[in-house]
């Protein structure tokens, strides 16, 4: 069983998120899954060439909390979108640190908590604690590709693109249909589901760690662009 597989979808999807039944562990719905978002982009194509920016500077947003659609379509600023031009994806740069707040009862029947939550090592750690805690936010971050059975793969199913020990990544995926702008400005709907982002694994597993090992798992997103 693989331990780490940290693969993060925020704020950009509209397809179904690819192969989230292969990440491992029991996935559970958090308390609180907190995101830092840098920039987010649209783009004419998957490799986001020529983007135009809709919204940008640092915010946080609470992705399991019922107003994170407002929250995050507060943050997009469409005006002056570039008419007749064709949108296919979206492009949302993240801070590698996720704020997640839990608690949940590990495969080896530990009760557990966020607050009890370690990562000592930054990009290259287990997520792991001792038994107990409560849902206080803790901070998971996305580990570097080459730790513990991460490869290059795991993130480019998702269209991730992070650079080992970086501060923020990259994440693009396709709105639900193609875009283009004939002079209205559009509506942008954002919706998120957090019931899956959260995984917990037993203590013993990969022999690694003794109890409450844990990890952020992908939310579903889904980003619409449609005239009103």
């Known amino acids: ?9 925020v704020v950009a999807s509209a397809a179904a998120l690819p ?5 491992p562990g029991t996935a559970a719905r958090p308390t609180t899954y907190q995101v830092t978002v840098q920039k ?55 801070s590698t640190t996720i704020g997640i707040g839990a608690t ?3 495969g080896d029947g530990d009760n557990c908590g966020t607050s009890n939550q370690a990562q000592a090592s930054g990009h290259a750690a287990v997520y792991a604690a001792s ?5 206080t936010v803790a901070d998971f971050v996305i580990p570097n590709v080459g730790f513990s059975t991460i ?37 942008i709907e954002v919706r998120f589901n957090t019931d899956s982002a959260f995984g917990y694994i037993p203590g013993t597993a990969g022999g690694v760690g003794t109890a409450c090992q844990a990890f952020p798992r992908p939310p579903d997103v889904t980003i619409s662009v449609t005239d009103p």
């Open 1 to 9: 069983m693989r331990v780490s597989s940290f693969l993060v979808a």
């Open 19 to 23: 192969a989230v039944a292969a990440i």
């Open 151 to 187: 490869v290059q793969a795991d993130y480019d199913g998702f269209n991730l693109s992070k650079t080992n020990g970086a501060a923020t990544a990259t994440v693009t995926y396709p709105l639900t249909g193609p875009y283009v702008c004939k002079g209205v400005m559009p509506r």
């Open 104 to 106: 949940w009862t590990d």
């Open 40 to 94: 987010i982009e649209l783009c004419q194509n998957a490799t986001c060439t020529l983007p135009f920016v809709i919204g940008s500077g640092s915010a946080s947003f609470n992705i399991a909390s019922a107003s994170a659609g407002a929250d995050v379509g507060s943050y997009v600023n469409i005006s002056g979108i570039p008419l007749h031009q064709t949108w296919t994806h979206v492009r949302v740069t993240i």
């Open 131 to 135: 038994a107990g805690g409560t849902a």
